[in-house]
């Protein structure tokens, strides 16, 4: 399908709606579950992290078929990169999700009764920490997030009976409370945009754009060239090549490569002979 034909299709549209609500609901429960109540102290990563896993449960199974429910430009850009995402799809569907972010913001910006607040919805790196450190931790949190999205569709190209939905959400909190003390745990550059937008606060912010990205890259590519049902030296190559990777995938989804494949073709033929003779 050219893209053309995307841009006339209703699904396209409705996919993009889809990421941009999606992100919408995500970052508006994570920021709200991050802002204290009148007179109390601030919340630990336990309030986020419930939320997010909950609200990624919640957002897979309405927009699961629709786009994916990605609701995240790290996880975008690394389907990207494995080929499972046109151009055109990846950069209009992370437009959405940066402008869903920064509605959900908003909102909640608007709706806070102290907008000092606000700043409990910003990311940033503590004090006792420095810029590397946090980075590290971004790129460990969103890899074994984006790994785990990773081996959910590998398990449900088989026709798996396991709980994907909640193995994603449990992914998602784990990542929370793994990272929150230490960089926040955005794991998602929307989320971390939306709020720098609106309190102008943008001091190490590169850092929740590269790390998200660089974990959400190596966990995708770890999967599908080493621990993917289809891995195979053919469909390394394919990527590489960019050639059609989906008939790579197809004939090695037992597991086998191409060569296993031809070379077991060949033998039962042989086997075959003396039958029909």
């Avoid at 994570?30 to 997010?52: D, I, K, N, Q």
């Avoid at 195979?232 to 490569?257: F, H, N, P, W, Y």
């Amino acid at each position: 399908m050219t893209w053309r034909e995307d841009l006339r299709s209703r699904k396209f549209w409705c996919a993009i709606l889809a990421e941009l609500l999606g992100t919408l609901v995500l970052v508006s429960a994570v920021l709200g579950a991050s802002v204290p109540g009148p007179e109390e102290a601030a919340v630990g990563p336990m309030y986020p992290a419930v939320a997010v896993g909950v609200a990624i449960i919640a957002l897979s199974h309405c927009f699961g078929e629709i786009s994916g429910a990605q609701v995240n430009p790290s996880l975008t850009l690394s389907l990207l990169a494995t080929r499972r995402l046109d151009v055109l799809r990846a950069l209009v569907y992370i437009a959405a999700q940066c402008f869903g972010a920064c509605l959900a913001a908003w909102i909640l910006y608007l709706a806070l009764p102290f907008k000092t607040t606000a700043e409990h919805f910003v990311n940033r790196v503590p004090i006792e920490l420095n810029a590397a450190q946090a980075l590290g931790i971004e790129v460990l949190c969103t890899f074994q997030m984006v790994f785990t999205v990773y081996s959910v569709e590998d398990q449900r190209r088989r026709d798996s009976p396991e709980p994907g939905n909640l193995a994603i959400g449990v992914a998602h909190s784990a990542g929370v409370l793994i990272g929150a003390r230490f960089s926040g745990a955005s794991m998602n550059p929307a989320r971390s945009l939306g709020p720098a937008i609106v309190t102008g606060f943008w001091e190490n912010h590169w850092i929740y754009w590269i790390g998200p990205v660089m974990g959400a890259l190596l966990a995708g590519v770890s999967h599908e060239f080493f621990f993917a049902r289809s891995v195979s030296r053919q469909k390394l190559v394919a990527c590489l090549t960019c050639r059609d990777i989906e008939i790579v995938e197809t004939t090695s989804m037992t597991g086998s490569s191409l060569s296993t494949v031809t070379q077991n073709a060949a033998r039962s033929k042989q086997a075959n002979k003396p039958e029909n003779n």
